[in-house]
């Protein structure tokens, strides 16, 4: 994989970390009191867009790399 997009894919993999910490986060505070406030179920689907968001921009980025290894431009990476 080139440089470049193997480190956006490492940056991807760094946020869904920190996206999971703040997901576990909110998990336990609805554990805790059983309901969420209008702000956080707010932030939580906001998390869960960037999730998608990050999940389909990496399955783009994969289904490139792919096709350019298919193709033989790989080989000259």
């Known amino acids: 994989m080139p440089k470049d997009e193997l480190l956006a894919l490492k940056r991807s993999i760094s946020e869904l970390a920190a996206i999971g910490r703040n997901v576990n986060q909110l998990?336990?505070?609805?554990?805790?009191?059983?309901?969420?406030?209008?702000?956080?179920?707010?932030?939580?689907?906001?998390?869960?867009?960037?999730?998608?968001?990050?999940?389909?921009h990496t399955k783009g980025l994969l289904k490139m790399n792919l096709a350019s290894w298919q193709s033989g431009y790989g080989e000259d990476v």
């Open 27 to 56: 998990a336990r505070v609805a554990n805790e009191g059983g309901r969420l406030p209008g702000s956080v179920r707010d932030d939580l689907r906001a998390m869960v867009r960037v999730c998608e968001a990050m999940r389909d």
